[in-house]
């Protein structure tokens, strides 16, 4: 195949949001090299790109040499046919000279763009010292259209009970800006036993708000209706007032951060059960990233497939170790003792990371002494349907509002396992991965974190995982999450409680306690209030309320999407997050706290895997 037309296609599949965009920039730089595409990388593009690879790829065909019998003049004699299309270039045709060939302007102006693109990528991380500060003005903007629209919803809209409502909320908000002047990091400093000013200003919130409406009036059957709705009114404005600028100051805050002046030597775990199908893809993917001081350890967990077998095959490059079945969790800390690094990193066995996201996730060991751990940033590679569309938007949003909030704070409560980093002699001190519950990752953060250790987030560090495509898969996973989730908050319960745990019980676990048990029970009796209101004749408010709910989620996927410089189109399925997918997730979330409180065992699940 033409070197040169792959090359362009590969660009087109860029710019049009076709595939992975990560996984077709790689491809580009392995083409201009002349090095060889491996198989799962000539399936993916067939499958996904419709572009099939017989044979070698080759340069283009130099232009014929003019015959000797033609006596015609030429200016160039080499300006004959495009070596981009093939085509003959007129010479009326605007024409480029590159690399020694011929091309029409708009034949290779594609390429030049993307050239400059990776000229420009290479740079930032060629370059020492502290980077150009660099402010950008549209999430600035939408920031503000975030802040208008509420204030200015509750101010000409609601009347003066939302506006207390809303003053509660604002009033936390300072609160907690307040506090995030201070250290991050736990001192350790005894105080009486008591639950965080958030929770209890979650848990009273309601019962100030019924007083409130029961003093203005209204009827036993408006009242409920209204408590209810804002209540959740409140909820929602505390946190978009304290995420939504924290996310930014986050951004702002990584842009600006020095580049790496030493590479401490890191080790990469990679557990893995039955995973042949994706494998190959994570091993390859690992051995292409950029970092100067890196081992590879590969952890069969006593698959029963040809995973083994798969691996076996990069042996003189990696570590494989082999050990019967006995869970992720003891297949990490086996890879743990074998390791020798200062910097643990862990990768799941269906996640393809980016070129420099090892990098990336060591920058944030930079940031103070007391990091014990980065987490990554997770996107969703198989964007193939509606329901891995919209966990994509759910991954964006979680990671880019929510997350870079904590990491301001210095407490992201969940440091995935499909890309997570740990400084080893913070791992090792904190205690073994845990059995006791089935969600490894938040068990071992929460354990750092009640250590009075910081952890922080890298949205550069990313990493391509496969989401459940099916509704079945999509059930199984998030039910392992939310019974894991339920497991972890009952083991770590006391740290609602003990204010010498910092952050972890001032603002993220009554977040997660909010997230995990009162948003889903607000979810379904706000729907079911609102039908309600609409059967009492108070349709208005709750069409006010609900529109208000809407616009503040669109503008802040919106700016999710712009911070995380993802693709725009995904914004169309933003809508479906706010009626459709979050009520499957209230469900699904409802369901882990009856079984939990009816002790029903919890199991091991994963989705079934594609392999793209």
Known sequence: MDKILLIKKLV???????????????????????????????????????????????????????????????????????????????????????KKKWHHANCIQSIL??????????????????????????????????????????????????????????????????GASGKLFSKNVYASKTPSVFLLFLLGSPFLIATMIAYEGYSLLESPVRIILL???????????????????????EDTQEEIKSYPKISIIIPAYNEEKVIQHTIEAMIETKYPKKEIIFVDDGSTDKTLTIVNQFKDKIKVL????????????????????????????DTIIGRHSLKEIVKGFQVNEHVAAVAGNIKVRNKVNWLTKCQALEYITGIQIVRRAFDVFGSITIVPGALGAFKKSYLTEAGAYGKDTIVEDFDQTIKLLKAGLITQGSSKATAYTEAPNTFKDFFAQRKRWYRGNMQVLKRHADALTN?????????????????????????????????????????????????????????????????????PKLLWHAGFLVFGFKQIIDAL????????????????????????
């Open 322 to 349: 082999h050990k019967e079945n006995g869970g992720k969790a003891s297949a990490l800390n086996y890879g743990i003792v074998y390791s020798t690094g200062e910097i643990i990193v862990i990768v799941d066995a």
């Open 12 to 98: 087109e599949a860029i710019k049009s949001s076709k595939g992975d965009s990560e996984r077709n920039r790689y491809l580009i730089r392995l083409v201009n090299k002349n090095k060889d595409i491996s198989n799962s990388d000539k399936d993916y593009l067939k499958n996904y790109l419709g572009i099939t690879i017989s044979g070698k790829i080759k340069d283009s065909k130099p232009a014929k040499k003019m015959p000797k019998k033609d006596k015609t003049v030429f200016l160039n004699p080499n300006l004959i046919k495009c070596t981009t299309c093939d085509k003959e270039i007129k010479f009326i045709e605007k024409s480029i000279r590159y």
């Open 499 to 567: 204010p010498r745990f910092g952050y972890l019980q001032r603002l993220s676990l009554p977040y997660l306690f909010l997230g995990m048990v009162i948003t889903p029970i607000i979810g379904f009796t706000s729907a079911i209030n609102a039908i309600l209101g609409v059967v009492l004749g108070d349709w208005l408010y709750v069409l006010q309320i609900s529109l208000i709910f809407t616009v503040v989620h669109y503008l802040m996927t919106a700016l999710a999407i712009r911070i995380d410089n993802e693709d």
């Open 589 to 612: 979330l409802l369901k882990a706290i009856i079984e939990q409180l009816r002790n029903k065992k919890a199991t091991w699940t994963s989705a079934k895997r594609v392999g793209i």
């Open 231 to 253: 209540w959740a009114m409140t909820i929602t404005f505390w946190s978009t007032m304290l995420f939504v600028p924290m996310a930014v100051l986050s951004k702002y805050r």
């Open 113 to 178: 763009e993307f050239e400059k693109s990776e000229r420009r990528n290479s740079k930032e991380y060629e370059t020492s010292g502290k980077p150009k500060k660099r402010i950008d003005h549209i999430s600035i903007l939408l920031t503000g259209t975030i802040f208008a629209v509420l204030i200015g919803s509750v101010f000409f809209l609601l009347g003066p009970i939302s506006m207390i409502a809303m003053g509660l909320g604002g009033a936390i908000t300072v609160y907690h800006m307040i």
